[in-house]
């Protein structure tokens, strides 16, 4: 195998990067685990384990107009057909972004890929409401 100095630096320069790269990328990934890893409750007023709700006005919750039910809305803008779905039957529970964790009917909860560490109600609604297919 014939290889020159230019070679070796250059494959010397990938290691070295990769090298240096890796260690934040694994932090990263440590860090984005830590929510699930951490016992919920005691500051959302529920018990250790529990993993709270979204609490409508608080947070992203405000920018995304989330609301516990749906009929909460006011705004008549954003009262509208998303998907080829009438707004009155656009939930969380059938949007793309929401998985069901437990629960039937007006009781149903769930998880948003949008409000991690957190649950939602399978009635409620926010402005990022996807057609789940």
Known sequence: MNQNRRDFFKKSLVVLGAGLALPSLLASVVQAEEPRRRTRGGDAG???????????????????????????????????????????????SGCMLYTKEKGAGADELGKCQLFAGQHVKGKAWCSSWAKKV
Not at 55 to 69: H, Q
């Open 46 to 92: 529920g018990k250790p384990g529990e993993v709270p709700l979204v609490k409508p006005g608080v947070g992203m919750a405000v920018s995304l107009n989330y609301v516990e039910d749906h009929k909460d809305i006011k705004d008549a803008k954003l009262k509208m057909e998303r998907s080829g779905v009438p707004f009155e039957k656009q939930h969380c």
